[in-house]
């Protein structure tokens, strides 16, 4: 089984970088171990621009699509054996004026599968000398099933923005009552982060 990971937009915070942070950049969805020689990642500092329930959640991403996480969600995926993630110090303001909490992470996910089902789904998409190289929007989502060697947490490739999980991770997730998570069946995804009434 597999599930779309997103921030709950009901109580999970939207972050931006503050003014002292160290990276603007949008490093975050590539995929890719992040050089730090050429991204200074010293001070990871974030603001919330909505903070829905008063409170810091589990789980939230930035405006540069980068997942912050509570040090209670790092320890249960660590816990759980997950290896493809490598994780920054950060902390976050909950107003302006605010101390900054420490206690958070800046997560990096190693790792884009290619799984979209490209037959079933429909996409607006980019096609470049016969071959598909990205997609803009999707409209309706199909997921193949990913090679057993791949981990339970990645990025898809060509739709960078979508993190999917996988059973041992799902069973984590709905189990722990994580805050901030929202779980998406794939076929039933909004093309935002919610999920389109049957």
């Known amino acids: 089984m597999q599930k779309l990971l997103f921030p709950d937009l009901d109580n999970a915070p939207f972050l931006t970088s503050t003014d002292k942070g160290s990276c603007f950049e949008s490093i975050w969805e590539d995929g890719e171990i992040i050089d730090t020689a050429s991204y200074d990642l010293s001070n990871l500092e974030f603001i919330c621009e909505t903070l829905p329930i008063n409170k810091i959640t589990d789980f939230?991403?930035?405006?540069?699509?980068?997942?912050?996480?509570?040090?209670?969600?790092?320890?249960?995926?660590?816990?759980?054996?997950?290896?493809?993630?490598?994780?920054?110090?950060?902390?976050?303001?909950?107003?302006v004026g605010g101390i900054p909490k420490k206690g958070f992470y800046a997560v990096n996910i190693l790792g884009l599968v290619e799984c979209i089902d490209t037959e079933r789904s429909e996409f607006k998409g980019r096609i470049i000398d016969g071959e598909l190289?990205?997609?803009?929007?999707?409209h309706k989502l199909f997921l193949n099933t990913p090679p057993s060697?791949?981990?339970?947490?990645?990025?898809?490739?060509?739709?960078?923005?979508?993190?999917?999980?996988?059973?041992?991770?799902?069973?984590?997730?709905?189990?722990?009552?994580f805050s901030g998570v929202k779980l998406v069946e794939p076929s039933l995804w909004d093309g935002f982060s919610g999920e389109t009434s049957t």
């Open 149 to 177: 060697n791949e981990t339970d947490i990645y990025r898809v490739k060509f739709f960078r923005r979508l993190i999917v999980i996988t059973n041992p991770l799902i069973r984590l997730f709905e189990s722990n009552k």
């Open 133 to 138: 190289r990205g997609i803009r929007r999707i």
């Open 60 to 95: 939230s991403v930035t405006d540069t699509g980068c997942i912050v996480i509570s040090e209670r969600l790092k320890t249960a995926l660590l816990e759980s054996g997950v290896d493809n993630l490598d994780y920054y110090p950060a902390s976050i303001i909950e107003r």
